[in-house]
């Protein structure tokens, strides 16, 4: 499981009609196959000053690439997140002791030390 999450902040008003346009073009990333768990967030610490954020589960690695490779997300990062985010960072997360693209490797005979 990959867990991906940014947080941003737009360079429109907070509460203004065009924040509210873009997390509803954002949710188009929803309906991209393999998103689990679509959720949009509001930043609530004063720690920082990001005000918004993204956050959405993929079963591994093939599906996260599929998502950063399908149109709808690329369409959205070039129509709406290039011009209208004014700062951001991305993190993505797994399970300590996992990574996305763990499998488990045969036993080879012969190769014991």
């Known amino acids: 499981m ?7 902040r ?3 008003a907070r509460y203004s009609e065009e924040e ?17 768990r679509f959720e949009q967030l509001k930043q609530v610490s004063p720690k920082n000053d990001f005000t918004l954020g993204f956050s959405m589960e993929f079963h591994d690695q093939v599906a996260y690439q599929a998502y950063n490779d399908h ?3 690329a369409a959205f990062v ?4 290039v011009p209208e985010v ?5 993190i993505d997360y797994v ?6 693209v763990e499998r488990p490797r045969p036993a080879r005979p012969g190769l014991a030390r």
């Open 20 to 36: 509210k346009a873009f997390l509803e073009a954002a949710k188009v990333l929803a309906a991209i196959p393999g998103v689990e």
């Open 95 to 100: 399970p300590l002791g996992r990574h996305p």
């Open 86 to 90: 004014e700062a951001f960072m991305e």
């Open 78 to 81: 070039r129509d709406r997140w």
């Open 71 to 73: 149109p709808d997300h």
């Open 10 to 12: 737009l360079r429109h």
């Open 2 to 8: 990959i867990r991906h999450t940014v947080v941003f």
